[in-house]
C-alpha cells in the first residue's frame, strides 16, 4: 500500500477560524469509506502477491508447485490486477495527508509521521526476519547488518535490500513527506498546495528526460502523479470543486493511465485497459468523498479496516507467501489463500492493538517533551 497506506486515520478535517483563504472550511464527519477503501486496496495487494503473479525471475515467486493461473484460474485473474491496490494508496495517502496536516506545524507533522510509520514498522522488520530464520528456503535471509539498517527505514537511500520487498512504498512514502513538509512549514492554504501539485507536477514531467539523478529522485516521476491526485481531492473536499482541481485531477489521470501502462509491461500480468478501469472506477469514488456524497456512510466498523491497513501490508508478503510454500500441500489451494489472509488480519489487529497504539504513545510523549525542554540559557 503507502503504502502505502501509512497515512493517518482520515478523521474529520480541524474546524479553523474562516479566513479569506479558507472559505469553504467547516466540519464533516469523519470518512469512514476511505477506512474501507484502504482496507480493500491493502487486501487486493496481499491476492496479488498470493495468487496474481506468475513470474517466475523474481525469487521467492515460486511458493506454489504450479502456476496459480493453473491452480485458481478464476481468482488468478482477479489477483492479477491486485498490484493497483499500491497506486490506490498514494492517491489516498495524498488525501488524508493534506487533511491531517491542515494547522499543524512541522514539529507536530514530524511526530505524527514517526508515531505512525515507525512501531509496526519495527515490528514487520523484525517478525519478517524471525519468519525466515524458523523457515529458510523461499527468501534469502538478510545478513544483521543490513537487517539494523532496516529498521531506520532508510535502507533504499543506503543501497541496502528490504527485509520484504513490499518496504519499497515507504521510500516513496517518505520523499512525498519531505517534499509536503516545505508546504507545512509555509502554512497550509489553497493557494500554496495548489502553487505545490503544479510544481511537483511540472518537476515530475522534466526529470525523465532532464538526465538529473537529483531530480528524478526528488520529483518521483512514477509516483507523483498519484499523490497529486490525492491532494487536488482533498482541496475538493474542504474547499469545493473548481475548474483548476478539475484540470489537476484530470492532468493526474492522463499521466496516471501512461504509469500504469508501464506496471502492466512489469508485471507481466493483467491488461492496461483493465488497470485503467478500476484507477477511473477509484478516483470516481474519491470524488464523490470529496464532495460530501459518501457523508452517509458512517459505518463505524469501518474505522477498525483503516487500523489493520499499514500492518497487513508490511507483514504479509515473504511471511505469507512462505506459509504457502510450507503449506500448498496440506490443504485445497482456495482454502489454504483464505486461511492465510485471515490469519495476518487476525495478526494485523494484534499488531495495531498491542505493539501500535502502546508504542506510539510512548513515543509522543518523548517526542513531544525533547521539543518542548528549554534550550541551554533559557529558562
Known amino acids: 500500500m503507502s503504502g502505502v497506506a501509512v497515512a493517518e486515520r482520515p478523521g474529520p478535517p480541524p474546524a479553523p477560524a474562516r479566513t479569506p483563504q479558507d472559505p469553504a472550511a467547516r466540519t464533516r464527519p469523519r470518512l469512514y469509506l476511505v477506512d474501507g477503501i484502504r482496507l480493500l486496496a491493502a487486501l487486493l495487494v496481499v491476492a496479488h502477491h498470493f495468487a496474481g503473479t506468475r513470474r517466475a525471475d523474481r525469487p521467492g515467486n515460486a511458493i506454489w508447485d504450479r502456476p496459480v493461473s493453473d491452480i ?117 492554504t489553497y493557494r500554496r498546495v495548489v502553487a505545490f501539485a503544479c510544481l511537483w507536477g511540472a518537476a515530475a514531467m522534466l526529470a525523465p528526460v532532464a538526465g538529473l539523478p537529483l531530480l528524478t529522485l526528488v520529483a518521483q516521476p512514477d509516483g507523483a502523479w498519484y499523490f497529486i491526485a490525492g491532494l487536488a481531492l482533498y482541496l475538493m473536499h474542504r474547499f469545493g470543486q473548481d475548474l483548476l482541481l478539475w484540470g489537476i485531477l484530470g492532468m493526474s489521470w492522463l499521466m496516471a493511465q501512461h504509469e500504469l ?58 511471511a505469507g507467501t512462505t506459509l504457502i510454500n510450507r503449506l500448498r500441500d496440506t490443504m485445497d489451494a482456495r482454502l489454504l489463500l483464505v486461511l492465510v489472509t485471515a490469519g495476518f488480519l487476525l495478526l494485523a489487529w494484534l499488531v495495531h492493538r498491542y505493539v501500535e497504539r502502546p508504542v506510539s504513545r510512548v513515543l509522543k510523549r518523548g517526542l513531544d517533551r525533547a521539543f518542548t525542554r528549554p534550550r541551554a540559557g533559557t529558562s
Open 72 to 188: 485458481m484460474p478464476t481468482v488468478f485473474r482477479v489477483a492479477s490486477f491486485g498490484w493497483i491496490g499500491v497506486e490506490i494508496f498514494f492517491v489516498i495517502s495524498g488525501f488524508v495527508i493534506c487533511m491531517s496536516c491542515w494547522g499543524r506545524t512541522p514539529r507536530q507533522f514530524f511526530v505524527s509521521r514517526v508515531t505512525r510509520l515507525y512501531p509496526a514498522y519495527w515490528f514487520a522488520v523484525l517478525f519478517t526476519t524471525g519468519v525466515l530464520v524458523a523457515l529458510p528456503g523461499v527468501w534469502e535471509r538478510l545478513p544483521l547488518r543490513e537487517v539494523l539498517v532496516n529498521l531506520t527505514m532508510l535502507q533504499s537511500g543506503s543501497r541496502v535490500p528490504h527485509v520484504d520487498a513490499v518496504y519499497w512504498t515507504l521510500w516513496s512514502e517518505l520523499r512525498f513527506y519531505l517534499l509536503f513538509l516545505v508546504v507545512v512549514a509555509m502554512g497550509l
Open 261 to 318: 501502462a508501464e506496471r502492466v509491461a512489469y508485471e507481466g500480468v493483467s491488461s492496461w485497459r483493465g488497470a485503467v478501469l478500476i484507477y477511473t472506477v477509484f478516483l470516481l469514488v474519491m470524488v464523490a468523498v470529496a464532495l460530501g456524497r459518501a457523508d452517509r456512510f458512517q459505518w463505524r466498523r469501518l474505522a477498525t479496516a483503516g487500523c489493520l491497513t499499514y500492518p497487513l501490508y508490511l507483514l504479509h508478503y515473504v
